[in-house]
């Protein structure tokens, strides 16, 4: 029980910092779009990303840095594309809750969270690396490799489907606006760091 609420805990710490999936987990669930689908493909990429640290993955990615840096620059670049779209629709605004056809489809929105996930190498670093190293100080590294998964199951579900009690603020075109802007300015931001890492 101890390993499983040390995982559980390292992993809501890690996670429920602002960044580039969570603003866009939060997104879907304000439009109502393939939320389930959204929170269960952010879960499971965890989920495989975590399994991947507790058996040792992170000794790998220590022993091939430059595949950090394939990541690290794909990222960016992924970021400041999907980041200056954010400010774009900022600055055009809109007539508060976006429409269908502004919307990706359930391709689009799974291509987005596989490159928001995939290419991320903060979330190499949280899931594989920093909770892999954790884990290591637990006999129990199994319960904590569920205690893990069960937080990431319920941080992204609780923000995808929680976030439509912010529905009646977002109706407003105004708080889309201020969205858009704090994602895209998250977005750049991170790309930034990223580049700058190196």
Do not use: K
Not at 31 to 44: D, I, K, N, Y
């Amino acid at each position: 029980m101890q390993a499983y609420l040390a995982g559980f805990a390292t992993t809501m710490s890690l996670i429920v910092a602002i960044g580039a999936q969570n603003a866009f987990v939060l997104r879907q669930g304000l439009l109502r779009r393939h939320v389930f689908v959204t929170c269960a493909f952010c879960a499971l990429s965890d989920a495989v990303l975590i399994v991947a640290g507790v058996l040792g993955a992170g000794t790998l990615a220590a022993r091939a840095p430059w595949l950090m840096e394939v990541m690290r620059w794909g990222g960016a670049a992924f970021l400041i594309v999907y980041g200056g779209r954010a400010l774009r629709a900022a600055w055009r605004g809109g007539a508060g809750m976006p429409t269908g056809a502004d919307s990706a489809g359930l391709r689009g929105t799974l291509a987005i969270l596989a490159a928001l996930t995939w290419l991320n190498p903060h979330v190499w670093l949280d899931t594989v690396v920093l909770i892999g190293s954790v884990a290591t100080g637990f006999g129990d590294r199994a319960g904590f490799a569920i205690g893990a998964i069960s937080g990431s199951v319920l941080f992204f579900f609780a923000l995808g489907y929680g976030a439509r009690l912010l529905g009646p603020l977002f109706a407003r075109p105004a708080a889309w606006r201020v969205l858009d802007l704090c994602v895209g300015i998250v977005m750049i931001a991170i790309a930034v760091g990223l580049m700058l890492a190196g």
